[in-house]
């Protein structure tokens, strides 16, 4: 046996290191611009962060705030909304009513205590295969600095709080 | 006698406003006490936790339970109580959906204690003196429940068959809903039982709420003289009625003050204060961005208007708390 073994008090168990903390970022994109930047970006073989789950709405307009905030209490670690330009809705009014609700959506995150930047709202027309690419990026950096968000305490945990 | 039905009513987390609905049921309550046995009613009647107890499990037939569920104690009577019945009602918005208590859900524990019992201009407390759960005074031990971090609704703790919404429900609703239960027709477990549309339908000023609703800004019912006639929400006020359950014949409207949403949401909103959000902040008139912000800081308060009585049982259910995470803490602007 070799000297160099070390003895058992001074041997720790192998700590199993944390994997690295990867966002979880849910994604709303409208069938009209933004899901055909993803499209585009894809046919175009683009590489871009792995970590945004895409749901297709018809348009920015019909995201439900109820949407984001099921995500978040989910495990979304962000939420991202994406529409067509101003102006440039399909049905011609859906993202500023977008618009409006994240304005007051991003407020009451933060009276709840979520960063307000976990929520983001971007438009992106259907040609702008490179700036979706960007925002992707961006926003998974973005939410990687601000780190994860577990918002949901669980049943058990309620039961675990009382002390006083 | 014996044969009679029970029935009993417990108070948790609440200001005993439901138990003035089933005084108000006036002559009807004459009905009710022909009807069943009421077999624990600690605000009007004198029972014990033991006479509870005693019962075999199933022995009351309903309970109505109002108001959150806040401590050790609350927890406790309400688990005790689902083992007796074989029907627990929550019954108004504090049980069903948090209530105006579980507005503290914006907070913790430990700001709550301080603000109460440290720092309210009220409150003389030289020695910083906190609750404690055990405390030694000649020799006695004094014990008080545990007051828990989170404010929870009854069907958070405790399996719930039906919700009774309202604060309080108003005596109609109470009683059909005994009705109900005692005509042994039972709706499907988990009903809210009064009527599953919002309450813009039975508002009485529901024809002069204009086909294309615009708000240039939110105004609160102490900044404007109030039109008894026109729809509030034309008025600019904010009104909780086009994502809050009816069935309370809108008494607030009739006396020309907007609905805060005690009702609670349809069965087809999960979350009553996201839909409202949605609903008004789409009615806001301007496109550009400053200007839609200018609109919207009108409404001062988001989560406190849109979620009054039902923070607890939202998605979010509460404030995020920051102790225990493993990322960085989000910080709170």
Redesign the interface.
Known sequence: MPEAMPNSSQAMAPVAEQPPFEPRIVAFFCNWCTYLAADLAGTSRMKYAPNVRVVRVMCSGRVDPQFVLDAFAHGADGVLIGGCHPGDCHYQEGNYKALRRYRLLKRMLGQMGIDEDRLRLEWISASEAERFRWVMNDMVEHVRALGPLHVQPGKEVFAEEVTV | MADKPKVAFYWCASCGGCEETVVDLNEAVLDLVAAVDIAFWPVALDFKRKDIEAMPDGAILATFVNGAIRT?EQEEMARLLRRKSQLLLAFGSCSHLGGIPGLAN?FD?ASI?QSVYRESPSTVNADGV????RYKDNGHLVELP?????V?TLS?VVDVDYYVPGCPPTPRILRTALQTLLGGDLPAKGTVLAPDSALCEECPRKDSKPENLTIAEFKRPHQVLIDEEKCLLAQGLLCMGPATRGGCEAPCIQGNMPCTGCGGPTSR???Q???I??S???L?ES?D?PA??HA?AT?P???GS?YRYSLPS?????????S??????????
Do not use: W, Y
């Not at chain 2, 545990?146 to 989170?150: A, S």
């Not at chain 2, 939202?314 to 920051?322: E, N, V, Y």
């Open positions: 050790t914006l524990r204690l906190l609750p404690s759960l545990g007051f828990c971090q989170t929870r958070q909103v999960k979350d204060g996201a839909k959000l949605s008004l902040a789409s806001v496109k961005e839609i912000d919207l409404i308060d988001p989560v849109f939202s998605l979010l259910r509460r404030k995020k708390l920051h225990g995470s493993n990322g960085k803490a989000a910080q709170v602007r």
